[in-house]
């Protein structure tokens, strides 16, 4: 499970940085996370295909998180997407998707299903095989939503030339992988242990979208694997930072100690700064596994 950072600054492209996208990789599916301007554009850039987005979520409607969003689905048709795709998003985008498509005169050649976020609490919104996602209330200018990534186990992993040399059918493997032992036709029994080996645990993830600093929504992401906070400005903008519903790099730090994350992302900063290293300083003098994200990088979760 890896994020791969697309867009990291907030309301402007400036000094290369880019409105905010993010994809987030589970078990080789890709779950789209915002959709700034210019989002399809660095997906080509940084080499994720688009064949494996089936689950896009917005999470508010501030135009440098969603206005990459029909460019990208226009061009899917384009190129021939025929596999489904799921948007979850506040209601009010979807008469402004369904416009922009109109007047065009457009129609999408694969299904396309829109999702409304609920306006009020968290709600498990995706329940995979494989993973879930939870979108939860942050607290912003605008109705907004964070989103918490949860890659399920999927059991222990086989050994496949153990599983041979025991004898061990292949219609048998996934009782193999949810910890039953094998008992052989000549009454031998094998041991779980002896074929497979410890599987992948569970992986939490926590994107915790435009907000101000606020202990409101922690416990949606309390030890969660890894942490994403916006962080527009630096200290000595903190009165910007709370007038516009933001966060600074050091309350981001402190929101990331009070979750108990082993890790922390940093983004959405603000165009007026150029350099990036007072981020980390500040958000490191309350939390110590800080990154300063940069586009085109992926960070295991």
Known sequence: MKVTILGNNSALPAFGRHPTAQAVSVYGEVLLIDCGEGTQIQMQRF???WRSVHHIFISHLHGDHYFGLPGLITSMS???RTAPLHLYAPAELKPILDAILSVADTVLCYPFYFHPLAEEGSAVIVDDISFSVTAFP???RIRCHG???ERKTRGRKLLPDKCSEYGIPAAFYERLKQGEDYTRKDGVLVKNEQVTET????KRYAYCADTIFTESFLPYIMNADTVYHECTYLEADAHKATTRYHST???AGQIAKMANTKQLLLGHFSSKYKELDKFYEEASAHFAN???TEEG????V
Request: net charge negative.
């Open 290 to 292: 800080v990154f300063v």
């Open 297 to 300: 990088t992926s960070y295991e």
């Open 249 to 251: 790099a050091a309350q």
């Open 138 to 140: 942050v607290e912003h």
């Open 199 to 202: 599987g992948p645990s569970v």
């Open 47 to 49: 080499g994720l295909r």
């Open 147 to 149: 989103f918490l990534v």
């Open 78 to 80: 384009l190129l021939g």
